[in-house]
């Protein structure tokens, strides 16, 4: 701009500025053209390879050397017996690494638990955007969705707690009845040796001071109180199986129905090809934009397949091995190791016990506890008094 006045020079500038915003404008529309359609316009997420083909509207591939660690990471998270931290070391030593070939910080792998793009979601939330994707999720939106419960809390972790006493399995699991306090547990020193006691850690309360085999030993009657009747397990267990055999018609019906979906789609794509190849019906333009249309649908279709895939689980052996869970849960708690035990205590009672005037009761059992006993009592509620039994016509 050499030679040129002030004047010029500005007016120069402001058109320069000028076709620079238009620039940015048609760029930041054409990105949000292409969100609307589940089209990927940035750098491909860890996971995830971008996708260029002509012949094909899917802007994400999955990652083949990565993408099964980023699903084994959720498929961990979601089990709540390991935290994030472990998660990231064990798929961290079965080779997850970033595209430069680097470890993942723990703060970049809580930030991948939370995006929706791997369950299938394109979000920007500068634009106030929410689509859904054009390409495979690595995840069903299910796992996604636990995953996040568990991080925000909405969920029971059964991880063990971080700082544990081998000596007392129940210590921040039971409770004092009085103040709701954790009770914690400690060595007291007696004239000849010492001794190991579960307290109330609330100053203003000491509600409960008791020995260590005290509590354990009434911890593992209230275990035995609620252990159900065999023959109502059995009944429950019929109850799951039916509802699983009709979940499993149902899936069937839906697989099948989707299949003649899919297979309709691609029947739709070989005539369009054969009007535009062989019989020259339609022009170059009108082919592409309804391949594309074509394309797009047949990918939507083959994800909602792969979402109904069917799920291969021996129910059967699942129930068999809860119920035996379930009729040996005290004999099983002694054996446990202080892991297993605290896992355990965290299944059965979700919120934990309170113990107060030498006694536990807790606000919320497992699911499975919860039902065999109200099955239990309707049936003992069904059964007539002794002598008053109905008189039957012979």
Same mark, same amino acid.
């Not at 369950?119 to 939330?125: R, Y």
């Not at 035996?324 to 849960?329: S, V």
């Given at each position: 701009?050499?030679?040129?006045?002030?004047?010029?020079?500005?007016?120069?500038?402001?058109?320069?500025?000028?076709?620079?915003?238009?620039?940015?404008?048609?760029?930041?529309?054409?990105?949000?053209?292409?969100?609307?359609?589940?089209?990927?316009?940035?750098?491909?997420?860890?996971?995830?390879?971008?996708?260029?083909?002509?012949?094909?509207?899917?802007?994400?591939?999955?990652?083949?050397?990565?993408?099964?660690?980023?699903?084994?990471?959720?498929?961990?998270?979601?089990? &709540? /017996?390991?935290?994030?931290?472990?998660?990231?070391?064990?798929?961290?030593?079965?080779?997850?690494?970033?595209?430069?070939?680097?470890?993942?910080?723990?703060?970049?792998?809580?930030?991948? #638990?939370?995006?929706?793009?791997?369950?299938?979601?394109?979000?920007?939330?500068?634009?106030?955007?929410?689509?859904?994707?054009?390409?495979?999720?690595?995840?069903?939106?299910?796992?996604?969705?636990?995953?996040?419960?568990?991080?925000?809390?909405?969920?029971?972790?059964?991880?063990?707690?971080?700082?544990?006493?081998?000596?007392?399995?129940?210590?921040?699991?039971?409770? /004092?009845?009085?103040?709701?306090?954790?009770?914690?547990?400690?060595?007291?020193?007696?004239?000849?040796?010492?001794?190991?006691?579960?307290? /109330?850690?609330? &100053?203003? /309360?000491?509600?409960?001071?008791?020995?260590?085999?005290?509590?354990?030993?009434?911890?593992?009657?209230?275990?035995?109180?609620?252990?159900?009747?065999? @023959?109502?397990?059995?009944?429950?267990?019929?109850?799951?199986?039916?509802?699983?055999?009709?979940?499993?018609?149902?899936?069937? *019906?839906?697989?099948?129905?989707?299949?003649?979906?899919?297979?309709? #789609?691609?029947?739709?794509?070989?005539?369009?090809?054969?009007?535009?190849?062989?019989?020259?019906?339609?022009?170059?333009?009108?082919?592409?934009?309804?391949?594309?249309?074509?394309?797009?649908?047949?990918?939507?279709?083959?994800?909602?397949?792969?979402?109904?895939?069917?799920? @291969?689980?021996?129910?059967? *052996?699942?129930?068999?091995?809860?119920?035996?869970?379930?009729?040996? *849960?005290?004999?099983?708690?002694?054996?446990?190791?202080?892991?297993?035990?605290?896992?355990?205590?965290?299944?059965?009672?979700?919120? &934990?016990?309170?113990?107060?005037?030498?006694?536990?009761?807790?606000? *919320?059992?497992?699911?499975?506890?919860?039902?065999?006993?109200?099955?239990?009592?309707?049936?003992?509620?069904?059964?007539?008094?002794?002598?008053?039994?109905?008189?039957?016509?012979?």
């Amino acid at each position: 701009m050499l030679g040129l006045d002030m004047r010029t020079r500005k007016v120069l500038a402001a058109f320069s500025q000028f076709d620079n915003d238009v620039r940015a404008e048609r760029t930041v529309a054409g990105m949000k053209a292409a969100i609307e359609k589940g089209r990927w316009t940035f750098k491909a997420p860890l996971g995830y390879l971008n996708a260029r083909s002509k012949d094909t509207p899917i802007t994400l591939m999955p990652d083949p050397d990565r993408a099964p660690f980023v699903a084994k990471a959720f498929d961990l998270y979601a089990t &709540g /017996c390991y935290n994030k931290l472990q998660v990231l070391k064990i798929v961290t030593d079965l080779g997850l690494r970033t595209s430069k070939g680097k470890r993942l910080s723990p703060q970049s792998f809580d930030k991948l #638990l939370r995006k929706p793009i791997y369950a299938g979601w394109l979000t920007v939330p500068n634009w106030g955007e929410r689509r859904r994707g054009n390409f495979e999720p690595l995840v069903s939106q299910e796992l996604f969705d636990n995953v996040q419960a568990l991080m925000d809390g909405r969920r029971l972790s059964v991880t063990p707690h971080l700082l544990n006493n081998p000596d007392f399995p129940l210590r921040r699991f039971a409770q /004092c009845g009085h103040c709701g306090t954790p009770l914690t547990g400690s060595w007291s020193k007696g004239r000849n040796k010492r001794y190991p006691y579960y307290r /109330c850690h609330n &100053g203003k /309360c000491n509600g409960v001071k008791i020995r260590r085999e005290e509590l354990e030993s009434s911890f593992v009657k209230y275990l035995e109180n609620l252990q159900p009747k065999t @023959e109502y397990i059995a009944l429950f267990n019929e109850i799951v199986l039916d509802v699983w055999k009709e979940k499993q018609v149902l899936a069937i *019906a839906r697989h099948k129905a989707l299949q003649r979906q899919l297979e309709e #789609l691609q029947g739709r794509k070989d005539k369009l090809v054969d009007a535009f190849v062989y019989r020259k019906e339609i022009d170059q333009g009108t082919y592409q934009e309804q391949l594309d249309k074509v394309n797009e649908a047949i990918t939507l279709a083959e994800m909602e397949l792969n979402d109904a895939k069917l799920d @291969e689980l021996d129910v059967e *052996a699942v129930l068999n091995f809860s119920q035996h869970l379930i009729l040996n *849960a005290a004999r099983l708690w002694t054996e446990f190791s202080l892991e297993q035990k605290q896992r355990f205590q965290k299944i059965l009672f979700p919120q &934990g016990v309170q113990f107060s005037e030498g006694a536990f009761r807790t606000a *919320a059992t497992c699911l499975i506890f919860s039902m065999l006993q109200q099955t239990e009592a309707q049936k003992e509620r069904m059964v007539a008094p002794r002598g008053f039994e109905p008189l039957l016509p012979g």
